[in-house]
């Protein structure tokens, strides 16, 4: 009996008896509980660091990485905080259930998680069971994932018990296996976590990965002007794209980033989430995008709850969220006192606000800069490239960016290659090629969008016409 009929015999209404249904089924494996007995025991001017070069072709998955910082918040979400010791125990105790599903390493397996600590759990889980992970994104329409699902192959789906509906339907017919996960995998860790580290077991030793190095490790879908694209990594250029951006961003394990961006893209995955946990610094997780938490977040005062909100130092987001922090900020700060307070609050706080998808107007970086102490900086990543271009730290002008280490880079106009270095001191303006371990394929890519560079430095202005 093939897989999916397995796990899917049952089929269940919608909405909650869904979960129930799966919780009844749950010695066809197809509810996983962390305390459920039956499966308890599957439990430049960038300062480049000496380490780049071996991080730069490392194949090992990052969750390895953990076992360096393992007393530390690695995440923070809604139902508290996970330390890396927490969320590598977990990630194992479900790439074991995994593994039992799907023995044969590298294949591809789909996960439908919130903004939250499960997603991070899953994809690390995936990792460890030797597989290729493949983030679905909960707002896509039940075409969209299915196209996500048939073009990479994947043969299971984990899906967090919110949003088990979404998939459901589309596991049973197409046949693929299908397990959910419920809260207990990601509510807080309990004393005994807490104070307890145990060596983990590992399913497979780094030489699995070394000796399939080229193996797909993550397999991205976004949607771009209502286009589905995707692209594919594996762990080598995962890692490289990581150890870019902790050296452009200066991380360390003092870092803790606020993330409320989609998670379907390597800026969100990749230099958002992995980049932090490489240093062994921490990822506080909103759900969505909201104005009001945003700015309660940055400002370090709950809105309802009277419990401290995780400190942050880090906020990279997108032009359009920047431009409705703004927006409430003219509604939310009236009077020159509470202006004064934001400002001298934010300097105090962060050490650096990002930006990445497209470029800011330089009066709108003036009114940003006025009301919050902060020179946005600018940021470019692509799909298929990761981040590739980054303003240096510090810097007044910081929508001038420069090559991250290990990019190569070139501006060609009408077929011309204008500087193969990009150092030339006179500007030119043209598309932007970019070659690097991190990107999809080791050539050069047109990136398609237009750059002015100068002395190396570039200022994005815009889709190539």
Not at 192 to 211: A, C, R, T, W, Y
Not at 212 to 237: C, D, E, M, W
Not at 448 to 457: F, H, P, Q, S
Request: aromatic share 8%.
């Amino acid at each position: 009996m093939e897989l999916g009929h397995i796990l899917l015999r049952s089929t269940p209404s919608k909405a909650a008896s869904t979960v129930a249904a799966l919780q009844r089924c749950c010695s066809k494996s197809t509810f996983s509980s962390r305390h459920n007995p039956q499966i308890s025991t599957l439990p430049n001017m960038f300062t480049v660091e000496p380490q780049f070069q071996q991080q730069q072709m490392n194949p090992v998955p990052q969750c390895y990485q953990a076992l360096d910082f393992r007393k530390k918040v690695a995440v923070c979400d809604r139902g508290g905080s996970l330390r890396y010791d927490d969320l590598l125990s977990r990630s194992l105790d479900l790439a074991r259930s995994i593994h039992d599903l799907l023995p044969t390493p590298h294949q591809s397996v789909a996960f439908l998680c919130p903004n939250q600590s499960s997603f991070l759990l899953s994809k690390w889980a995936i990792w460890l069971s030797g597989h290729a992970a493949v983030p679905l994104n909960p707002t896509w329409s039940e075409a969209e994932l299915e196209h996500a699902l048939h073009d990479s192959g994947s043969a299971l789906i984990l899906a967090h018990e919110s949003l088990i509906d979404k998939v459901f339907d589309l596991a049973e017919r197409s046949g693929k296996g299908l397990m959910c996960l419920d809260r207990s995998w990601t509510q807080k860790g309990t004393e005994g976590e807490s104070n307890v580290l145990v060596d983990p077991q590992f399913i497979f030793e780094k030489e699995m990965f070394e000796s399939a190095k080229k193996s797909p490790a993550l397999i991205l879908y976004t949607k771009q002007k209502g286009v589905i694209k995707t692209a594919r990594f594996n762990h080598s250029q995962l890692n490289a794209q990581a150890w870019s951006m902790r050296s452009a961003w200066d991380l360390t394990e003092k870092s803790s980033l606020l993330h409320a961006l989609p998670l379907d893209h390597t800026f969100s995955i990749v230099s958002c989430m992995m980049a932090p946990l490489s240093t062994g610094g921490k990822v506080v997780l909103h759900p969505n995008f909201d104005t009001i938490k945003i700015w309660s977040h940055l400002l370090g005062i709950p809105v309802k709850s009277s419990e401290p909100l995780p400190k942050i130092n880090l906020f990279p987001s997108l032009p359009s969220h920047f431009h409705q922090l703004l927006d409430r900020y003219h509604q939310l700060f009236t009077t020159p006192k509470t202006k004064n307070f934001v400002r001298k609050t934010l300097k105090k706080r962060l050490r650096v606000m990002a930006v990445t998808g497209g470029p800011l107007a330089k009066d709108f970086r003036k009114q940003w800069k006025a009301a919050s102490g902060h020179e946005i900086l600018n940021c470019y990543s692509a799909l298929n490239t990761g981040s590739v271009l980054s303003a240096a730290l510090g810097k007044d002008d910081a929508y001038l960016m420069q090559a991250v280490p290990g990019v190569q880079t070139r501006v060609v106009s009408k077929g011309v290659v204008q500087d193969e270095n990009c150092r030339s001191s006179s500007a030119c303006i043209g598309e932007l090629l970019i070659k690097g371990e991190q990107a999809e394929r080791d050539e050069w890519v047109a990136t398609g969008d237009t750059v002015k560079m100068a002395k190396g430095r570039f200022e994005l202005l815009g889709k190539k016409k």
